[in-house]
């Protein structure tokens, strides 16, 4: 079956610039979340969505934002780059207790 | 605070060597643990989930325990081989609700 699927895979912006990733779900996972991950923070979870509604949230600021669709697709947007929102932006999804499954990821860059 | 705590920080070793990895986790009322294999520039591969009443898990030459109780698990890789060599993460769950916390990971060097 397919797995987590990420787009894009890269991606450069200005500072400034907002920006938009993509992450489709494993079929039949209804839950997804994000996670950013930096060489000097490690991974850090954004947020998480299930059905629709934002059922956790991490310490990032509000230019951090996400949904997620009826089918369980989810988008993350991020406005107003700053340098430091280069990362790797992971996204996960999962079925009750089976564990995350995560996709290959949308490296960012900010210049 | 919930942290997780991976050691060492960095391994290397001959290619057949049996090693283990290190984990520990300050709350020990966890949901699940998950251990993770990240190549660089990729993505997470998921090796083994142990739920909080389980005290292992084996999948091939990878053999992971639980306990809860000293807030510890350990990563046992038999028979190591050089495409063995990746970053292993630990990562621990509160709750059913999606959020993860991780260790800083251990990087794994297996030389031919």
């Known amino acids: 079956k397919a797995g987590v699927t990420q787009t894009p895979r890269y991606l450069i912006k200005t500072r400034g610039q907002q920006v938009t990733l993509s992450c489709s779900p494993i079929?039949?996972?209804?839950?997804v979340s994000w996670y950013q991950q930096t060489p000097g923070q490690g991974l850090q979870f954004l947020f998480e969505?299930?059905?629709?509604?934002?059922?956790n949230k991490g310490n990032f600021p509000g230019r951090f934002s996400g949904r997620q669709f009826s089918n369980s697709r989810s988008e993350m947007n991020v406005s107003t780059l700053e340098l430091g929102d280069s990362a790797l932006y992971l996204c996960?999804?999962?079925?009750?207790?089976?564990?995350?499954?995560f996709g290959s990821g949308t490296r960012l860059t900010v210049v | 605070k919930q942290e997780v705590t991976q050691i060492p920080a960095a391994l290397s070793v001959p290619e057949g060597e049996n090693l283990v990895l290190n984990c520990s986790f300050t709350d020990s009322a966890i949901y699940n643990l998950q251990w993770f294999r990240q190549d660089p520039g990729k993505g997470l591969t998921s090796l083994l989930l142990i739920q909080s009443s389980q005290r292992e898990q084996t999948s091939g030459r990878l053999n992971a325990s639980l306990d809860k109780s000293s807030g510890r698990s350990t990563l046992y890789i038999a028979a190591s081989q050089p495409g063995d060599s990746a970053t292993y993460l630990c990562a621990v769950s509160y709750n059913q609700g999606g959020k993860l916390i991780f260790g800083q990971g251990t990087e794994l060097s297996v030389k031919p």
């Open positions: 996960a999804s999962s079925f009750y207790r089976d564990g995350y499954t």
């Open positions: 079929s039949g996972h209804r839950s």
């Open positions: 969505y299930f059905s629709e509604t934002q059922r």
